[in-house]
């Protein structure tokens, strides 16, 4: 934590900030900064709680906190391993399939197709939030039979989105990985409920959040139970085909702090189907460790994201198989 102090502060009031630094942060060691003080905290879990009464103590200009500090569970990279319900521990994972589950024959034709061509896991989404309140939403609860069947048939893991933390408990008695999407990023009572749903959790990052903020949000699963936890890069692209798409950058820099499996979106970040499979080539280079990407036998046919949705054999180019 660096205290930066106001400037000109005079060295009698340097001294009166101390004892109150003491008992805002037990146990604290402090020592001269550059711009003030930096404080080693035992514990960096009330660090955040204690900022905003530091910030407000006479002589104090701001605080500054690491992301360790900020993020002590997302940042503690020491003890992870992740073999299931998908390994990372043999190289990219895919997880493929349609923007949503639409009806039962073309997703289970895509499902067993996308296993077949290389996927580790299925997208299968029966709730879709639109910014359209008139656009299709998602199948809803009828399809969770569906996805049920496709999980039988194929043997593949599922990964579906929760908008709602009044679905979480459903989904998670059929799902294996509930998925927190760009949208809900910062909906705090839908991380803390998918935190504590036993399942692990793939959390992507919001268009135009910071680092920071994803890391946080990270922290929230992470607080409340989540053990196995995957991130992903949706990039900050809207409709715009010259937009800078993922962020390779960041993606890079949310593995090396957390040594959680990064994983990216070229889907949502492109919006054509084209420009996805060029995106995920330079993703995988970059070192994401796996893909969630649209894919299925009918693109041309769905109801939502069909142009930025892969052909089978679009998808099997990617994977190699």
């Not at 550059?34 to 104090?60: K, T």
């Not at 998918?194 to 919001?206: D, Q, T």
């Amino acid at each position: 934590m660096i205290i930066n102090l106001q400037k000109n502060l005079s060295a009698a009031a340097g001294r009166e900030l101390l004892p109150a630094l003491a008992r805002l942060l037990p146990g604290c060691r402090l020592r001269r900064a550059p711009s003030g003080l930096a404080a080693a905290v035992p514990d960096p879990r009330g660090a955040a709680d204690a900022v905003p009464r530091i910030e407000n103590l006479p002589g104090v200009a701001g605080v500054l906190l690491s992301h360790a500090e900020l993020c002590p569970l997302a940042c503690a990279r020491d003890k992870r391993t992740f073999s299931k319900p998908l390994d990372f521990r043999r190289g990219p994972v895919f997880i493929a399939g349609p923007c949503a589950v639409e009806e039962e024959k073309s997703y289970l034709a895509s499902a067993l197709a996308l296993k077949a061509a290389g996927a580790h896991a299925l997208r299968a989404a029966l709730f879709k939030p639109r910014s359209s309140p008139y656009a299709f939403q998602g199948i809803g609860w009828p399809g969770l039979k569906i996805i049920a069947k496709a999980k039988k048939l194929t043997g593949l893991p599922l990964v579906t989105e929760a908008t709602d933390t009044r679905q979480v408990g459903r989904l998670s008695a059929v799902c294996d990985i509930l998925q927190v999407g760009a949208r809900n990023m910062r909906n705090y009572e839908l991380l803390k409920e998918a935190g504590r749903s036993g399942r692990a959790v793939l959390l992507k990052r919001a268009m135009h959040a910071t680092l920071k903020e994803w890391l946080l949000s990270a922290e929230y699963l992470l607080r409340h139970g989540a053990k196995e936890l995957l991130l992903c890069e949706r990039g900050d692209s809207v409709f715009s085909s010259d937009s800078p798409g993922l962020d390779l950058g960041l993606m890079r820099e949310a593995k090396k702090l957390t040594g959680l499996p990064v994983l990216a979106d070229p889907s949502h970040a492109s919006r054509n189907r084209e420009i996805a499979g060029t995106l995920a080539v330079r993703a995988l280079r970059a070192g994401a460790d796996g893909l969630l990407i649209e894919a299925s036998v009918s693109p041309e046919t769905a109801r939502v994201d069909g142009r930025q949705t892969l052909t089978v054999a679009s998808f099997r180019a990617l994977t190699g198989k």
